[in-house]
């Protein structure tokens, strides 16, 4: 089975932190994802990537920046952390036409 | 852009029939899919829809109609353990692939 690893389950942070979220997926997928989840808002795509050093915006790409140098790698950088991106934050990879996406467990990011 | 719209909560009873409706606007489709997601866990995946029709799944199918951009998620015989938020995602064409997905459904099932 594919895993989709994110290297912080619970994570607590202060205001003006820069915060690294890190996502690892194993199957050689080209597409790689990061939403943030909050309650009666779904899931919102921050930023996604196609392929190594490539990166797209989503819907909410203010306030964050991502990094892929490595296929298997993607990471959601907050430059300076603040309490409005409390949230959950959700990794995914699919293969480039692939029809489902595989998410990691999720962080939960509190920012204090 | 992108945008889904389907119903923020549904109840029903166990055994039941219960159908999530969800509607989109996209420039570039390529599929819509369904996931599934408990307190506390991930979404996974359940369902994908790329041409007109009905696929099923066991208790689970999901119909798609590209030309009226509408797509359902139906699950039968309703048990306990489907009370969970159900999203809809669009795939979109094009070289990057985006996967969009809606508010999601809360779907409380009933003894």
């Known amino acids: 089975d594919v895993k989709v690893t994110q290297s912080s389950r619970y994570l607590v942070k202060r205001t003006g932190e820069k915060v690294f979220l890190e996502c690892v997926q194993d199957m050689d997928h080209e597409n790689m994802f990061w939403y943030r989840q909050d309650p009666g808002l779904g899931l919102r795509l921050i930023y996604f990537s196609y392929d190594v050093k490539m990166k797209e915006k989503g819907d909410i790409p203010e306030g964050y920046s991502v990094s892929r140098e490595k296929k298997e790698r993607f990471s959601l950088i907050l430059e300076s952390a603040s309490t409005n991106q409390t949230s959950m934050y959700l990794c995914?990879?699919?293969?480039?036409?692939?029809?489902?996406?595989?998410f990691g467990q999720g962080t939960r990011l509190t920012v204090v | 852009g992108q945008s889904l719209e389907q119903p923020s909560e549904v109840t029903a009873v166990e055994g039941a029939i219960v159908q999530i409706n969800c509607t989109y606007q996209t420039s570039g489709f390529y599929g819509l899919s369904w996931y599934q997601q408990h307190d506390g866990g991930a979404p996974t995946f359940l369902s994908y829809?790329?041409?007109?029709g009905l696929e099923e799944t066991g208790r689970f199918s999901s119909f798609l109609s590209r030309s009226d951009s509408y797509g359902y998620l139906l699950l039968q015989e309703l048990q306990m353990k489907d009370s969970a938020s159900y999203f809809c995602a669009v795939k979109s064409s094009g070289s990057a692939r985006q996967l969009t997905f809606g508010s999601g459904t809360q779907l409380t099932v009933l003894p």
């Open positions: 829809n790329g041409l007109d």
């Open positions: 995914a990879s699919t293969l480039s036409r692939g029809r489902r996406a595989f």
